[in-house]
């Protein structure tokens, strides 16, 4: 077991030397390529919520992460069909795995463009060869199929970093870090997300279904490995929408669920309809449906007058009312919070994305006006009592 390995630079190429090192030996191994400062902070961060995500449910999980924080996470429940078009994965045979990872990656496909992908169980030639299509900078894994491993050498000419975690390996309880030469020490975060974070439910809707239970579990989870400030809305066991690192809560929530938004209105029939180029690469079709779900009118202009190069046909606008009449159909959305919310704007917010069900850590002087809120609308709240700032 290797004690120590350079990297390429730091956070930024002028950063050098740069290494990564432990005292008792690093706990995984370069299968391939070069890896970097931040692609090793995206690694060991997304791993420890997969791991725990895959604790939490039993089933493979995946995560697709950037800038140290996830873009999207997901178990490996079969996609249905709306979700697997949305995902550029209609008519694919998926793995359990796969699934998993294409769901994480779906969550915010964007943000996702040069992903750094973590994987809970062994990487099969499905999620491969469905990499294989994806712009990723990189995974980490437990273990590889020997056909899998063939198919992510070759990605990026040869350079696609591999991964390998030994899924034996236990942090130890105390964490360091340097920040201008003053070194800080705590005790590693290992505090466990279980069932028994929603029993406390204070308001007057007090039923949260297993569903909506194994949602919240996840959103936490999730949020446990997001920079903070964060807020995750989840639904069908994925994470839909992630907020992070915004100095207001409430710029966390609308955030969350603009992104939450996007994901569902990907699936509405005027989005799944789009006369795509049969050439068009998939990120330039992300693009375009960003640009057709969210652009204000300069760009959507910007769209239609560049249609050819995209569509076989000038694309129907989706109209703002057209957009909110599908929206208002959405319900039962899981939200996750990684510390109290101190207003009820942020439930009101939350309350136009679909939101049903809260988890967040209470402790505000204006709970009462939280919960308040909550029962405006019958939204089911629990109050975890655990916070989850991860910085």
Not at 120 to 136: H, M, N, Q, W, Y
Not at 281 to 292: Q, S
Not at 320 to 334: D, M, P
Request: proline share 5%.
């Amino acid at each position: 077991m290797m004690n120590e390995l350079a990297l390429k630079y730091g956070c930024n190429p002028n950063q050098t030397p740069a290494r990564v090192y432990a005292e008792g030996g690093l706990p995984f191994t370069v299968l391939n390529g070069r890896p970097g400062y931040i692609n090793l902070l995206d690694a060991l961060n997304s791993w420890q919520l997969v791991r725990e995500l895959r604790e939490m449910s039993g089933l493979p999980a995946a995560a697709s992460f950037k800038h140290v924080s996830p873009a999207g996470a997901a178990l490996g429940l079969p996609l249905p069909e709306t979700l697997a078009r949305a995902c550029h994965a209609e008519g694919l045979s998926l793995s359990p795995v796969a699934a998993a990872y294409v769901r994480a990656r779906g969550a915010d496909r964007m943000s996702s463009y040069g992903d750094f992908a973590a994987i809970s169980d062994i990487c099969d030639e499905s999620l491969a060869e469905f990499l294989r299509g994806e712009v990723s900078d990189g995974i980490i894994a437990p273990g590889y199929t020997d056909g899998a491993l063939e198919i992510l050498k070759s990605k990026r000419k040869g350079s696609y970093l591999v991964l390998q975690m030994d899924a034996d390996y236990v942090p130890p309880a105390l964490e360091h870090k340097d920040v201008c030469g003053v070194t800080f020490e705590q005790q590693r975060n290992d505090v466990h997300i279980t069932e028994r974070c929603l029993t406390d439910i204070p308001t007057a809707c007090k039923d949260i279904p297993e569903h909506a239970r194994r949602d919240l579990l996840l959103a936490l989870i999730t949020l446990k490995y997001t920079q903070s400030n964060s807020v995750c809305y989840a639904s069908g066991g994925q994470a839909i929408g992630v907020g992070a690192g915004q100095q207001s809560r409430v710029h966390c929530t609308r955030l969350a669920g603009s992104k939450a938004d996007t994901w569902h209105l990907r699936q509405s029939p005027q989005v799944l309809s789009l006369p795509f180029r049969a050439d068009v690469r998939r990120p330039d079709r992300d693009n375009a449906i960003d640009v057709y779900i969210t652009g204000d009118a300069e760009d959507y202009a910007q769209l239609a007058a560049d249609w050819q190069r995209l569509f076989t046909a000038k694309p129907v606008p989706f109209t703002a009312e057209e957009k909110r009449a599908y929206l208002r159909t959405i319900s039962g959305v899981s939200l996750g919070s990684d510390a109290f919310f101190p207003f009820g704007d942020n439930i009101e917010r939350a309350h136009r994305s679909g939101v049903s069900y809260i988890a967040q850590s209470g402790g505000s002087i204006r709970d009462d006006n939280v919960i308040e809120t909550c029962d405006k609308y019958g939204i089911a709240m629990a109050m975890t009592h655990i916070r989850l700032f991860h910085h």
